[in-house]
């Protein structure tokens, strides 16, 4: 019974916290438009969360790319079909590891630094002293921030899967000897623009939700410093479920 | 929302109750603040002094009650009216609250550039002056990472008055001051008031310092005005607990020892 009500009363609670984060959505939106009149304040998130985030990302996505490389190579040559490797690295990449791992990537990079940013300047009363400048926080402090994230995280994406294939074609062919035309033909032969579109709408959705949690939690932290290191743990537990859940929803839905 | 307010006050609070949980915080406080004046809000800590002027700038709400300000009633403006009223109030927060990442002209030139379209050459004068009016136009390039706690009291001063409000709210504007700083702020507090024809409502428990510059005094203790008056009239208080709070008595009605079990039982007591 405990346990039944324990888990009753956790449910209730993270439906609560759901509709929560779905009406934060809602102010945000309501605030975009003006958010779109100052490209600055957008651009110089974009820096902050995308730009900053490249080295990571392409780090990671090469040694992605290579390992994917490494495995796709051992299990094709048992079947004596290496020369579709290309084919298949492109499809995992772009169709599944690709907007997954750049939107968990992401979140531990990206998500963390926005939530704890916004989050301290609840702790010191900076969102505060704005709300009584007459100066809507969420207009010009969370909305250039989530608009940003939303954008980086595709194009992110579009990166980590270039760095990805690069990855696996160094292994692929100039290590193990596979045919570089029939690495890129295949690949070309294989994907098809669908497959490109069901990577760039994961893409999309997983940038909004992980931009969305990160401002979310720094907004609604408690304002100290546990609060602040709280709500940056949250930030990467709840992506990281969040962009999994997702990624399953949109597959389940596009095949 | 317009309401009836005497001529003279810009703020009048009536029947305001507010609770946070289970914990009353007022209980049908009232008070009336004059235009043109220094009031000063004392009390015992966490009596809720930093809660009222929330309500002041709509930032809480009460359970109940009147907060007018300025003829408003501010709990019922609709979001662009509460940012309108806003934009006639300045705010000086405890900590100082300067954007971390905006130099000291920046944060003043921060609420002008949000809520005006003034063009950069009369922004970068108008900042000036209002740093020059603290005695920081030096400082204008520092970032607020390399200011003393004195001059971070002192930009965000000048980024509360910036736009030149009709009322500025100063929340603890002492604490943790060296003795010089706190000389400087007392002044400007004064100056101020008196050169620009602001009202003013200092939030302190620093008895001595305040009753140097408040023209009025309300002493709140258990939710409700306990005693107002001119700073030298509370000091003849016939309450206790106004007299004790403006001596510094150590023990009176407010005790030295939090409420616990006897003394002696405790420690001759099984653990």
């Known amino acids: 019974m405990t346990l039944f009500m324990q888990l009753q009363g956790s449910l209730l609670a993270s439906m609560r916290k759901l509709g929560a984060v779905v009406l934060f959505l809602g102010e945000i939106l309501a605030q975009c438009p003006a958010a779109f009149t100052r490209p600055r304040l957008i651009s110089a998130q974009v820096h902050n969360a995308g730009v900053l985030s490249l080295v990571i990302i392409m780090t990671s996505a090469f040694f992605v790319g290579m390992v994917i490389g490494l495995q796709g190579y051992d299990s094709l040559a048992r079947l004596r079909q290496e020369d579709i490797l290309g084919a298949g690295v492109a499809l995992t990449l772009i169709k599944e590891l690709g907007p997954v791992v750049t939107a968990l990537l992401f979140a531990g990079r990206a998500g963390t630094a926005l939530a704890s940013e916004i989050g301290l300047m609840r702790a010191t009363d900076q969102l505060a002293a704005m709300e009584v400048m007459a100066i809507d926080p969420i207009r010009r402090i969370v909305a250039p921030r989530f608009v940003g994230g939303a954008i980086s995280v595709p194009l992110l994406t579009a990166v980590f899967n270039a760095i990805g294939i690069l990855g696996a074609w160094f292994i692929g062919v100039y290590i193990m000897g596979v045919d570089g035309g029939a690495f890129w033909s295949q690949m070309q032969e294989y994907v098809d623009p669908s497959d490109i579109g069901e990577g760039v709408s994961k893409s999309i959705v997983f940038g909004i939700a992980a931009s969305l949690i990160a401002v979310y939690e720094g907004y609604n932290c408690a304002p100290t410093a546990e609060g602040v290191g709280m709500a940056t743990t949250r930030t990467v537990v709840t992506t990281s479920i969040a962009v999994l859940i997702l990624d399953y929803m949109i597959t389940a839905f596009l095949i | ?271």
């Open chain 2, 1 to 271: 929302m317009k309401a009836a307010l005497a001529a003279d006050n810009l703020i009048e609070i009536s029947g305001l109750r507010f609770s946070r949980g289970s914990r009353l915080i007022f209980d049908g406080l009232e008070l009336a603040i004059p235009r043109g004046s220094i009031t000063a809000i004392m009390g015992p800590s966490g009596t809720g002094k930093t809660t009222l002027l929330r309500m002041f700038t709509g930032q809480l709400k009460p359970d109940a009650g009147s907060v007018l300000v300025a003829g408003q009633e501010v709990p019922r403006l609709s979001r662009s009216d509460l940012y309108a009223l806003r934009r006639r109030m300045g705010m000086l927060f405890q900590n100082s609250a300067l954007l971390t990442d905006f130099s000291v002209f920046e944060n003043v030139a921060f609420p002008v550039r949000e809520n005006t379209d003034l063009p950069e050459r009369l922004l970068r004068n108008l900042v000036l002056t209002k740093l020059q009016s603290v005695g920081l136009r030096g400082a204008a390039n520092l970032m607020p990472s390399e200011l003393s706690g004195g001059m971070s009291r002192r930009v965000a001063m000048a980024r509360a008055m910036v736009l030149d409000p009709e009322l500025l709210l100063y929340d603890e504007p002492f604490s943790g001051l060296d003795p010089i700083s706190l000389g400087v702020v007392l002044r400007l507090i004064r100056l101020n008031n008196d050169a620009l024809g602001l009202t003013s409502i200092v939030v302190s428990h620093d008895v001595a310092e305040i009753s140097h510059i408040a023209d009025h005094c309300f002493v709140i203790s258990e939710g409700k005005v306990i005693a107002s008056g001119r700073p030298d009239e509370l000091a003849d208080s016939e309450s206790e607990l106004v007299r004790q709070f403006m001596t510094g008595a150590v023990d009176g009605p407010v005790p030295f020892h939090y409420p616990a079990p006897d003394y002696r039982q405790q420690l001759l007591g099984s653990s």
